[in-house]
Nanobody, 118 residues
Framework: QVQLVESGGGLVQAGGSRRLSCVASGRNSDIKIMGWYRQAPGTPGKQREL??????????NYADSVKGRFTISRDDAKNTVYLQMNSLQSEDTAIYYC?????????WGQGTQVTVSS
């Protein structure tokens, strides 16, 4: 089992920046893919939207809506994945969920709220 704990959410003004962190604990070896998804408010029936993924030893992938504004990075020594969010827009308001894929097992964090005020 892997536990994911996010932090860094909060209220930020449009145009501002925020950095999210997600720490993996438990049986956290060989986690090849980590990333971030988000779910906008008032959309409980909608699937979570991919924001960014980082694949160990391969590279990164971003949603078109965040390319050039968000950067995902990973510190394997700290078992942590980060999401640096710049030039935030009201459309970025959402609950952000950390994601990890270990073998065939998928893990999710509890989510952290990011609210962008215009």
């Amino acid at each position: 089992q892997v536990q994911l704990v996010e932090s860094g959410g909060g209220l930020v003004q449009a145009g501002g920046s925020r950095r999210l962190s997600c720490v993996a604990s438990g049986r956290n070896s060989d986690i090849k893919i980590m990333g971030w998804y988000r779910q906008a408010p008032g959309t409980p029936g909608k699937q979570r939207e991919l924001v960014a993924l980082i694949v160990s030893g391969v590279g990164t992938n971003y949603a078109d809506s965040v390319k050039g504004r968000f950067t995902i990075s990973r510190d394997d020594a700290k078992n942590t994945v980060y999401l640096q969010m710049n030039s935030l827009q009201s459309e970025d308001t959402a609950i952000y969920y950390c994601y990890a894929l270990q073998g065939i097992d998928v893990y999710w964090g509890q989510g952290t709220q990011v609210t962008v005020s215009s």
